[in-house]
């Protein structure tokens, strides 16, 4: 008994769905002048030289006419950081192009910015292929940016990382989270700490100055407060930070942020996320960015 046809397509592309893409837009103009473009994977290089590029439209797609009849066409390669607009220009019927920001390239073809990589490209060859069109482009401008690159399989968006090689032998138990945050929790406050001494403040004091930063707290819920970085008692730390001028600490009142305070916050949280965005561990700004999502989510989970 054969499969069912449309079983038999599903399955063809959930099978194609395991070729992992980055994502792209690609944009033309149509010959009365109108923008379009569509949200594509199917793009792949083609020759080095001459520099040529391809990929395919489907012959349902509302923009057809327009690139069949475009002499030239764009492609941009998404970053990472704009899933949305690969959501907006796979919307059939829609102004794709409101609100964005564009800049015309040659044609006239409208460029979006920011992207990873674009391709200003003439149309070399159209070739009907089942229910697509080929589209192959000969590139005469291009430009990149060191942007990390929206990925996409399975149906899926996802991001781009790294792969290494494990660093356990093979059998061994991989290490436990647990151990793992702890570790990376040390070395991140002893990178911290001997930063941080140029904003004039230590770890600890940074951390009494930011429990202050939406409300006054007394002394009592200060202690509450006390971070992981804190080995001198808060009522030392309070103490010195008023005397410098950081701290307003009225004799049995609350405890509040001067305005000195909160510029000496800001001088510490910036310095902080400079080093947790360059240098963590060869970490790049992108796999920080990864980071920073899976342990929120475990931190999330603490308040379920
Ligand atoms: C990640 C992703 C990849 C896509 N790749 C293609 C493609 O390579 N070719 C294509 O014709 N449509 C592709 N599509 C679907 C089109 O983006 C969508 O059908 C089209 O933009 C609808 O608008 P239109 O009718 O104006 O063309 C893709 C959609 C997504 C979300």
Same mark, same amino acid.
Request: with cysteine; charged share 25%; net charge negative.
């Given at each position: 008994?054969?499969?069912?046809?449309?079983?038999?397509?599903?399955?063809?592309?959930?099978?194609?769905?395991?070729?992992?893409?980055?994502?792209?837009?690609?944009?033309?103009?149509?010959?009365?002048?109108?923008?379009?473009?569509?949200?594509?994977?199917?793009?792949? &290089?083609?020759?080095?030289?001459?520099?040529?590029?391809?990929?395919? !439209?489907?012959?349902?797609?509302?923009?057809?006419?327009?690139?069949?009849?475009?002499?030239?066409?764009?492609?941009? !390669?998404?970053?990472?950081?704009? %899933?949305?607009?690969?959501?907006?220009?796979?919307?059939?019927?829609?102004?794709?192009?409101?609100?964005?920001? !564009?800049?015309?390239?040659?044609?006239?073809?409208?460029?979006?910015?920011?992207?990873?990589?674009?391709?200003?490209?003439?149309?070399?060859?159209?070739?009907?292929?089942?229910?697509?069109?080929?589209?192959?482009?000969?590139?005469? $401008?291009?430009?990149?940016?060191?942007?990390?690159?929206?990925?996409?399989?399975?149906?899926?968006?996802?991001?781009?990382?790294?792969? $290494?090689?494990?660093?356990?032998?093979?059998?061994?138990?991989?290490?436990?989270?647990?151990?793992?945050?702890?570790?990376?929790?040390?070395?991140?406050?002893?990178?911290?700490?001997?930063?941080?001494?140029? &904003?004039?403040?230590?770890?600890?004091?940074?951390?009494?100055?930011?429990?202050?930063?939406?409300?006054? #707290?007394?002394?009592?819920?200060?202690?509450?407060?006390?971070?992981?970085?804190?080995?001198?008692?808060?009522?030392? #730390?309070? %103490?010195?930070?008023? $005397?410098?001028?950081?701290?307003?600490?009225?004799?049995?009142?609350?405890?509040?942020?001067?305005?000195?305070?909160?510029?000496?916050?800001?001088?510490?949280?910036? %310095?902080?996320?400079?080093?947790?965005?360059? $240098?963590?561990?060869?970490?790049?700004?992108?796999?920080?960015?990864?980071?920073?999502?899976?342990?929120?989510?475990?931190?999330?989970?603490?308040?379920?």
């Amino acid at each position: 008994m054969s499969t069912p046809v449309l079983d038999k397509t599903r399955l063809f592309r959930n099978a194609l769905g395991s070729f992992a893409t980055g994502v792209t837009i690609v944009t033309a103009r149509s010959a009365e002048g109108a923008d379009v473009g569509v949200t594509a994977n199917s793009f792949n &290089s083609v020759s080095l030289d001459p520099p040529m590029v391809l990929w395919s !439209i489907g012959k349902n797609s509302s923009s057809l006419a327009a690139f069949m009849e475009a002499e030239r066409f764009a492609v941009h !390669i998404l970053a990472a950081e704009q %899933e949305h607009l690969s959501g907006r220009f796979a919307k059939s019927g829609t102004d794709k192009f409101a609100g964005l920001e !564009i800049v015309r390239g040659h044609g006239d073809v409208p460029l979006l910015q920011n992207c990873a990589a674009r391709f200003q490209c003439r149309v070399a060859f159209r070739h009907e292929a089942g229910d697509h069109y080929i589209l192959v482009g000969e590139v005469d $401008e291009f430009d990149h940016d060191d942007h990390a690159p929206l990925a996409f399989h399975s149906g899926r968006y996802g991001l781009f990382v790294r792969n $290494e090689p494990p660093a356990a032998a093979e059998g061994a138990a991989p290490p436990l989270l647990a151990e793992l945050l702890v570790r990376a929790e040390d070395a991140l406050l002893r990178r911290v700490e001997g930063a941080m001494g140029e &904003s004039g403040l230590s770890l600890a004091e940074y951390e009494v100055l930011r429990s202050l930063v939406d409300l006054p #707290l007394t002394l009592e819920d200060l202690e509450d407060w006390a971070g992981p970085a804190q080995e001198i008692p808060t009522v030392v #730390l309070v %103490e010195d930070l008023a $005397e410098r001028g950081l701290l307003d600490a009225p004799e049995g009142g609350a405890v509040s942020l001067t305005d000195a305070g909160r510029d000496a916050l800001a001088r510490g949280t910036a %310095e902080i996320a400079a080093i947790e965005g360059t $240098e963590l561990g060869g970490l790049t700004p992108h796999e920080a960015q990864l980071l920073r999502r899976f342990l929120s989510r475990i931190a999330a989970s603490a308040e379920d």
